[in-house]
Nanobody, 125 residues
Framework: QVQLVESGGGSVQAGGSLRLSCAASGFTFSTYRMGWFRQAPGEEREGVGVIYRDGSIKYTDSVKGRFTISKDNTKSTLYLEMSSLKPDDTAMYYC???????????????????WGRGTQVTVSS
């Protein structure tokens, strides 16, 4: 069965960096669209970025220039490099996978059928 396991979260001060990983199994990783999402308490789950099947990438505006998505198909692993972190980046971060073409940009939770359990990122000021 499909399994997504996030790791790398933690607590950092504002301006710091973290690297999240998402280990995938149970499907052909290179053929899936992969996304990173985050959800703060009391907020909706929002798309952070997506890497499409062709390798192209799209980010939500609030993380452009600070976050970088990448993947290693040989390791079936998705990454999210986060730098210049802000307190507003505090959230549970999730990776998601879907084999279909996106309905829109691939940044909405409804466009993914497989989810990990998340890893917490806390940024203090």
């Amino acid at each position: 069965q499909v399994q997504l396991v996030e790791s790398g979260g933690g607590s950092v001060q504002a301006g710091g960096s973290l690297r999240l990983s998402c280990a995938a199994s149970g499907f052909t990783f290179s053929t899936y669209r992969m996304g990173w999402f985050r959800q703060a308490p009391g907020e909706e789950r929002e798309g952070v970025g997506v890497i499409y099947r062709d390798g192209s990438i799209k980010y939500t505006d609030s993380v452009k220039g600070r976050f970088t998505i990448s993947k290693d198909n040989t390791k079936s692993t998705l990454y999210l490099e986060m730098s210049s972190l802000k307190p507003d980046d505090t959230a549970m971060y999730y990776c998601a996978a879907d084999p279909r073409a996106p309905l829109a940009y691939g940044l909405h939770r409804a466009e993914y059928i497989h989810w990990g359990r998340g890893t917490q990122v806390t940024v203090s000021s």
